[in-house]
T-cell receptor
Framework: AQSVTQLGSHVSVSEGALVLLRCNYS??????LFWYVQYPNQGLQLLLK??????LVKGINGFEAEFKKSETSFHLTKPSAHMSDAAEYFC?????????????FGQGTILTVHP | DTAVSQTPKYLVTQMGNDKSIKCEQN?????MYWYKQDSKKFLKIMFS???????INETVPNRFSPKSPDKAHLNLHINSLELGDSAVYFC?????????????FGPGTRLTVL
């Protein structure tokens, strides 16, 4: 079974500051990892995903994440926050196997960006 | 042209009623899902269908019955609605194949049971 823990349900940064959203996973087999963003009253949109091709993954809107097996982590970062980044972010894991295997989500982190 | 659409967007109903939520996708994906997002924003899978066959059923009460008339549609019917069913329900789709294939989500249906 796999699980995801997102450290910090709320993260607040100033515009232009570094964004760091933490995600740790647990999986008995090599995992595939995803970051999704949810804007208010909308569905989830994929930011980026780890497919084992490269440990540093670049996504949309300037976000990137690094897979660290030794730390079982997949933290999401962005060098400079914009007001438009304010949203809720979800980390998710799927154990290797078929594409219709279960995707398990973390509890989400709300990102607030101050002017 | 919306890739994954859900109707209705909002649904307010009384306890004990039966209601349905519809989902349609135009991405040509073989796999469709229903997720429930509770008041704490926790997102949990309910069902997964692949080529109209049920693949995942996550200990969901049998008051919930997914129906897939074709590969482009996965509807969710809920009988005898309870207060605890109030949540946002998301439909999602994905390509069959590699486990790293991502899922594409609909805009959600906010169900409120009074």
């Amino acid at each position: 079974a796999q699980s995801v823990t997102q450290l910090g349900s709320h993260v607040s940064v100033s515009e232009g500051a570094l964004v760091l959203l933490r995600c740790n996973y647990s999986s008995s087999v090599p995992p595939y990892l995803f970051w999704y963003v949810q804007y208010p009253n909308q569905g989830l949109q994929l930011l980026l995903k780890y497919t084992s091709a490269a440990t540093l993954v670049k996504g949309i809107n300037g976000f990137e994440a690094e897979f660290k097996k030794s730390e079982t982590s997949f933290h999401l970062t962005k060098p400079s926050a914009h007001m438009s980044d304010a949203a809720e972010y979800f980390c998710a894991v799927r154990a290797g196997g078929t594409s219709y295997g279960k995707l398990t989500f973390g509890q989400g982190t709300i990102l607030t960006v101050h002017p | 042209d919306t890739a994954v659409s859900q109707t209705p967007k909002y649904l307010v109903t009384q306890m004990g009623n039966d209601k349905s939520i519809k989902c349609e996708q135009n991405l040509g994906h073989d796999t469709m899902y229903w997720y429930k997002q509770d008041s704490k924003k926790f997102l949990k899978i309910m069902f997964s269908y692949n080529n109209k066959e049920l693949i995942i059923n996550e200990t969901v009460p049998n008051r919930f019955s997914p129906k897939s008339p074709d590969k482009a549609h996965l509807n969710l019917h809920i009988n005898s609605l309870e207060l605890g069913d109030s949540a946002v329900y998301f439909c999602a789709t994905g390509k069959t194949g590699e486990a790293y294939n991502e899922q594409f989500f609909g805009p959600g249906t906010r169900l409120t049971v009074l």
